[in-house]
């Protein structure tokens, strides 16, 4: 079955850039919508966005102007840069998959969750 | 933005017990409504789609209703597993949100 699995710092520095990868494995990233979804410790779930295999996206308004996602299909990976980041883009950050083909926004499966903190 | 708001944000309850976990958008969704469950440490798992439609492998007594801007979901009878933190999430437009949670306890 397909698996998803979050890299990357777990810490940065504020004002520099978060990023993270999610490589996929046990199937193929194509045909399918990528989402990157974060929890503040103790707090509920925002989604940041997502991409298509095709590398169309959609980002959330709240955070479209620092948000950044890619695709590259030959390593069946996706990406998010997230800029000038401050202590409230703490948070453990997920990606997650699409349940189906059909982009319908819900999701399955999610990757694991990696923690990234924002500190000095 | 589609706000959903999710009541309880707590609910204490024994094993056997009926529980029903209630969703408010703040615009009409149709159907296009999921429910989640997080446990401690742990991803979310999809538990329904579509407002009723039952994930593969999640167990019968999870039943998801509602249509428009109220829905519900319930466990029919609550077993020890089920003890964690649900969250509904809409998908009726581009910018998906997520309910603030309901968290359901040991009573």
């Known amino acids: 079955q397909v698996q998803l699995q979050e890299s990357g710092p777990g810490l940065v520095k504020p004002s520099e850039t978060l990023s993270l990868t999610c490589t996929v494995s046990g199937g193929s990233i194509s045909s399918y919508y990528w989402s990157w979804i974060r929890q503040p410790a103790g707090k509920g779930l925002e989604w940041i966005g997502r991409?298509?295999?095709?590398?169309?996206?959609n980002y959330n308004p709240s955070l479209k102007s620092r948000v950044t996602m890619s695709v590259d299909t030959s390593k069946n990976q996706f990406s998010l840069k997230l800029s000038s980041v401050t202590a409230a883009d703490t948070a453990v950050y997920y990606c997650?998959?699409?349940?189906?083909?059909?982009?319908?926004?819900?999701?399955?499966?999610w990757g694991q969750g990696t923690l990234v903190t924002v500190s000095s | 933005d589609i706000q959903m708001t999710q009541s309880p944000s707590s609910v204490s309850a024994s094993v056997g017990d009926r529980v029903t976990i209630t969703c408010r958008a703040s615009q009409g969704i149709s159907s296009w409504l999921a429910w989640y469950q997080q446990k401690p440490g742990k991803a979310p798992k999809l538990l329904i789609y579509?407002?009723?439609s039952l994930q593969s492998g999640v167990p019968s007594r999870f039943s998801g209703s509602g249509s428009g801007t109220d829905f519900t979901l319930t466990i029919s009878s609550l077993q020890p597993e089920d003890f964690a933190t649900y969250y509904c999430q809409q998908a009726n437009s581009f910018l998906l949100t997520f309910g603030g949670g309901t968290k359901v306890e040991i009573k």
């Open positions: 991409i298509y295999t095709s590398g169309s996206t």
């Open positions: 997650a998959r699409d349940l189906d083909e059909y982009g319908a926004g819900w999701f399955d499966p």
């Open positions: 579509a407002a009723s």
